[in-house]
């Protein structure tokens, strides 16, 4: 499941998605295009597919706050937890670096 939450103008929006393999497979395609020097992702579990996407997200920004990209995963995944899990399991990947600022980390993709 994929839920995305957030604002359009003052409309508040929450909207959950249901994504089967098929979908998570195009939707991986899609990210991948996006970014042609990416590497062609090996076929995946759905929980593969969803640390995939994750990683995705913030190769594509280059550097992402850590307040919010917690939102875009926790979007992603569809819930707090789960996105908490994934921040944990991205602060700890070899691609990525973590800068220390005043605000909040910074996170930046660094392959």
């Not at 249901?18 to 076929?43: C, H, K, Q, S, V």
């Not at 994750?54 to 789960?82: C, K, Y």
């Not at 991205?90 to 990525?96: N, S, W």
């Amino acid at each position: 499941m994929l839920r995305i939450r957030g604002h359009i103008g003052e409309w508040p929006v929450d909207l959950s998605l249901e994504l089967d393999d098929e979908d998570w497979a195009r939707l991986g395609a899609r990210l991948t295009a996006g970014n042609p020097g990416a590497p062609a992702a090996p076929a995946a579990e759905p929980g593969d597919r969803l640390w995939q996407t994750a990683q995705q997200v913030l190769r594509s920004a280059g550097q992402m706050e850590g307040p919010a990209l917690l939102n875009q995963l926790q979007a992603l995944a569809g819930s707090a937890e789960a996105g908490k899990r994934l921040l944990v399991r991205l602060r700890h990947c070899a691609q990525v670096r973590i800068e220390n600022a005043p605000d909040a980390p910074i996170y930046h993709w660094a392959e």
